[in-house]
C-alpha cells in the first residue's frame, strides 16, 4: 500500500491509523512466523517498510512545521532548491586550504 506519494496525500490521523494498522500487522506476522504459520516471510520485511515509509512522512511534517513556526516567511520548499546537492558554499581560502596550496 504505502507509496510515499500515497502517504503523503493522507491527514495526520489517517496516517497515524495506517501506522497503528501497520505494527499491528507486523506483530502478527512475527507471531505468525515464530508459531510456524507464516509462508512468506518477505511480508514482514515489507510491513516494516511500510512502518519506516510512514515515520518518514510523519517526519518530514514535523520538520516542515517546525521551520514554519522558526521563520514564517521562509518558504521550506523553496529552500530546498536554493543550494544543489553536493555544492559548497566555502570562500576561495577554504578551497585553497583544501588542495595545499599555501600562497
Known amino acids: 500500500m504505502a507509496k510515499a506519494v500515497t502517504l503523503r496525500t493522507l491527514?495526520?490521523?489517517q496516517l497515524l491509523d495506517e501506522l497503528d494498522s501497520a505494527k499491528k500487522e507486523l506483530f502478527n506476522l512475527r507471531?505468525?512466523?515464530?508459531t510456524g504459520q507464516l509462508d512468506n516471510s518477505a511480508q514482514m520485511a515489507a510491513t516494516k517498510r511500510d512502518i519506516?515509509?510512514?515515520h518518514t512522512v510523519l517526519?518530514?511534517?514535523?520538520i516542515a512545521a517546525a521551520d514554519v513556526l522558526s521563520d514564517p516567511s521562509r518558504d521550506?520548499?523553496?529552500d530546498s532548491a536554493?543550494?544543489?546537492a553536493g555544492a559548497s558554499q566555502g570562500s576561495a581560502a577554504?578551497?585553497?586550504a583544501s588542495t595545499g596550496d599555501q600562497s
Not at 507471531?31 to 515464530?34: E, I, K, L, P, S
Not at 517526519?59 to 514535523?62: A, G, S, V, W
Open 11 to 13: 491527514s495526520d490521523d
Open 31 to 34: 507471531f505468525a512466523f515464530a
Open 52 to 54: 519506516a515509509r510512514m
Open 59 to 62: 517526519r518530514e511534517r514535523e
Open 76 to 78: 521550506p520548499v523553496q
Open 82 to 84: 536554493a543550494v544543489p
Open 94 to 96: 577554504d578551497s585553497a
